[in-house]
Nanobody
Framework: VQLQASGGGLVQPGGSLRLSCAAS????????MSWYRQVPGKQRELVAS???????LYADAVKGRFTISRDNADYTLTLQMNSLKPEDTADYYC???????????????WGQGTLVTVSS
C-alpha cells in the first residue's frame, strides 16, 4: 500500500490550502485515515482523522478551521485548511490504517511529507 500526498506550499496568514492523499495498492479496506504534522525538533502530532464511517476527530488547535474528508470508493483523503496561521507551518503526513487484500493483514502506512509554510 502506498500513500501519495500533495498540495503543500507557501500561503499568507489567513489564506487557505487543500492537501490531498491518494492510497493505492492491494487494499481490502481502510479503517482510519489521518493527517499528522511535524516541525523540526518536535514530535509528530495528530491534526485530524476520519473513519470509514466518516466519524471525525480534530486537534483543538485546528477545530473550526480545518476540514477532513475522504472518498471511500477510491481511498482519497483531503484536508481543507482555512484561516491558516504561522503556527500551522509544518510537514504534513497522511496516514492510513489499511487491510491488505492478499494477506488479510492490517498495517499502518504513511505518505511522504508535504510542506506547508504560512508566512507573509
Amino acid at each position: 500500500v502506498q500513500l501519495q500526498a500533495s498540495g503543500g506550499g507557501l500561503v499568507q496568514p489567513g489564506g487557505s490550502l487543500r492537501l490531498s492523499c491518494a492510497a493505492s495498492g492491494d487494499i481490502f479496506s481502510i479503517r482510519t485515515m489521518s493527517w499528522y504534522r511535524q516541525v523540526p525538533g518536535k514530535q509528530r502530532e495528530l491534526v485530524a482523522s476520519i473513519t470509514n464511517g466518516r466519524d471525525t476527530l480534530y486537534a483543538d488547535a485546528v477545530k473550526g478551521r480545518f476540514t477532513i474528508s475522504r472518498d471511500n470508493a477510491d481511498y482519497t483523503l483531503t484536508l481543507q485548511m482555512n484561516s491558516l496561521k504561522p503556527e500551522d507551518t509544518a510537514d504534513y503526513y497522511c496516514y492510513a490504517d489499511a487491510w491488505v487484500r492478499a494477506t488479510m493483514t492490517r498495517n499502518d502506512y504513511w505518505g511522504q511529507g508535504t510542506l506547508v509554510t504560512v508566512s507573509s
